[in-house]
C-alpha cells in the first residue's frame, strides 16, 4: 500500500482487498487517459482518476497485442498551480519501471531538486517527436506530505523588496562561483562566515527555528524526499469525494521557491494561517509543460 494515499484522503484503507476495490473502481471509472509509445516500444498508458480538485490516483500501465490494458503500477497524485521556467532540467528512467525523475538546479535555493515526473506520457510523446531543442520547458511543483507542524512566524529583518535583491544577488554569485568566477567564490565564503557567526552567537539563548525561517533539505534515502520548512501564502481545505476527509492544501514559499502541498488535516497539527509557517517531510512532485 502507498505511503502518501492518506495525502489525498484515503488513510482508513486497511486491507489489500480494499486497496484492489479502489484500484479497479479507479480504473474503470478514470477521467483522463493519455498514452505514448513507451521505453520498449510498447503502448504507454496513463490512467486518472481524481477524488478533490487536482488530487486522486495515477494508474500507469500498457496495452498488449489484443488491445486489452493491463496496469502496472499506481500513484497518489497532486497536481501544482505554480508554474516556473527552468532552462536546465534532466529527466532520468527509474531502472524497474517505466517511470522517471526530474533534476533541477536552483540556483536561488542553492541545492538540486530531484523530483517524481508526473506526466511521463508528454515526456513520451516529446521525445519520440524529437522536439526538446525547440521546446520551452516550465514545471509545476507539487508535494505530498502524511506529517506536518505549524509554527508561528518569524520577524522579518528585511522588506520582501529587500529579501527579492539579496536573493537575487545570492543568485549571480552562485552562477558566477560555478563557472569559476574567484571573486564570487570570495564573497560566497564571506557571506557564509558570517551566517554561522550570527548563529553561533544567537543559538545559545535562541531556538533554532526562531533564527532559520525557512530551508529545504533532502530527508532520507529516497532522493524525491525533502524536509521543508516553508511561510505560508494560501490555503484552503479540499474534499475527498469518495471517503469525505478533509486535505489542507498549502502554497508554501521556501528559499524563494514557491509550491503547494497537500496533507490531510488529521496530519497536521496546529492551525495553519497566512504568515505561519509548515514544517514537515514532503514527497515533491513535478508536472513538466512543453511549450512549441
Known amino acids: 500500500m502507498h505511503e502518501y494515499l492518506r495525502a489525498i ?24 487517459e493519455r498514452t505514448s509509445g513507451d521505453y520498449e516500444g510498447h503502448d504507454f498508458s496513463e490512467r486518472r482518476k481524481e477524488f478533490a480538485p487536482g488530487m486522486g490516483i495515477m494508474l500507469r500501465g500498457e496495452y498488449n497485442e489484443r488491445g486489452e490494458y493491463q496496469s ?10 505554480q508554474e516556473k521556467f527552468y532552462d536546465n532540467i534532466t529527466i532520468e528512467r527509474h531502472a524497474e519501471k517505466e517511470s522517471y525523475a526530474g ?17 511521463v506520457a508528454d515526456y513520451l510523446s516529446e521525445r519520440r517527436r524529437s522536439h526538446f531543442s525547440s521546446c ?35 543568485t549571480k554569485l552562485i552562477k558566477a562561483a560555478r563557472e569559476g568566477d574567484e571573486e564570487a ?31 529545504f533539505m533532502p530527508y532520507g534515502v529516497e532522493c524525491d524526499h525533502y524536509n521543508v520548512l516553508g511561510e505560508i501564502l494560501e490555503y484552503h481545505l479540499v474534499q475527498n469525494s469518495l471517503t469525505k476527509e478533509w486535505i489542507y492544501v498549502l502554497t508554501l514559499e521556501s528559499h524563494d521557491l514557491v509550491f503547494e502541498i497537500c496533507i490531510n488535516k488529521d496530519d497536521l497539527l496546529g492551525e495553519p494561517a497566512v504568515g505561519r509557517r509548515f514544517k514537515g517531510v514532503v514527497w515533491m512532485q513535478g508536472e513538466v509543460i512543453y511549450h512549441n
Open 9 to 32: 484522503g484515503f488513510s482508513r484503507i486497511e486491507s489489500k482487498e480494499e486497496l484492489n476495490q479502489l484500484l479497479k473502481m479507479a480504473e474503470e471509472s478514470y477521467q483522463i
Open 72 to 81: 502496472e503500477y499506481y500513484f497518489p497524485y497532486f497536481q501544482g498551480r
Open 103 to 119: 533534476v533541477i538546479d536552483d540556483l536561488a535555493m542553492g541545492v538540486t531538486i530531484i523530483f517524481y515526473v508526473q506526466n
Open 136 to 170: 520551452t520547458v516550465t514545471l509545476k511543483f507539487a508535494g505530498l506530505s502524511t506529517e506536518g507542524k505549524i509554527l508561528l512566524p518569524v520577524a522579518q529583518s528585511l522588506t520582501p523588496e529587500e529579501n527579492t535583491r539579496a536573493i537575487l544577488q545570492r
Open 185 to 215: 567564490i570570495e564573497n560566497l565564503t564571506i557571506e557564509d562566515m558570517d551566517t554561522y557567526s550570527m548563529i553561533s552567537r544567537r543559538i545559545a539563548h535562541e531556538d533554532v527555528f526562531s533564527i532559520v525561517s525557512t530551508y
